[in-house]
């Protein structure tokens, strides 16, 4: 959809080189499928700089639902590294109460273990398929009900994050209909210099 609009909007994007080009458009955090998002990023690499209004250009070709907010401007080598998600759910008030209570008891647990299926390469053939076991609790920054509000905040370790559908299940809210209200509504992020962390890990490999 994005390679499409910067087609419409004659964007100049840089495209990969070889025999298959790809425009070098990207998403540093895709969110799941079915979750809406308020504050997502988008990085696209130009050819050269531009001189007229990108959020103007962009939300006349957008399609419904969609909106631009702002662009700006990183260095040529930056990389977008997220380290905080934050979620937010509309509660329907009988579940308040009982959102609250499995939260303290949540809280009064060492951990919160969970399993993921996780698929490995093909072999034959086949896929194999593993299952991690994993604690949950350190990837979750917070989580807390407020004025019928569900609030949870999701933080990396060692570059694996907890599923939505994860923490939802811990308080007993992952089913398909409010799965579909599940708002993404801030995503942290900080730019890294790409050289700058080739460089630091081939001094470490030294």
């Avoid at 093909?122 to 994993?134: A, D, V, W, Y």
Wanted: hydrophobic residues 35%.
């Amino acid at each position: 959809m994005m390679a499409k609009m910067t087609r419409r909007c004659k964007i100049p994007v840089h495209y990969s080189q070889g025999c298959n080009p790809r425009p070098s458009i990207s998403l540093p955090a895709p969110k799941p499928v079915g979750i809406t998002g308020l504050d997502e990023r988008l990085i696209i690499k130009l050819e050269h700089p531009v001189n007229f209004d990108l959020d103007k250009i962009f939300n006349l070709n957008a399609p419904a639902g969609v909106n631009f907010h702002s662009f700006t401007s990183v260095r040529y080598k930056a990389v977008s590294h997220p380290v905080r998600l934050d979620y937010r759910l509309d509660l329907l008030s009988e579940n308040e109460p009982d959102t609250e209570r499995k939260i303290r008891r949540l809280a009064s647990m060492d951990a919160w273990p969970t399993r993921r299926m996780q698929k490995g390469r093909k072999q034959k053939g086949e896929t194999k398929t593993r299952i991690l076991q994993m604690d949950l609790k350190p990837m979750v920054d917070s989580l807390r009900c407020e004025s019928g509000q569900l609030y949870f905040s999701c933080i990396p370790v060692e570059n694996r994050w907890a599923r939505p559908i994860e923490v939802l299940r811990l308080v007993k809210l992952d089913d398909p209909y409010r799965l579909s209200r599940l708002v993404r509504t801030k995503i942290h992020d900080v730019f890294i210099d790409n050289m700058t962390k080739d460089k630091h890990a081939k001094n470490h490999a030294d």
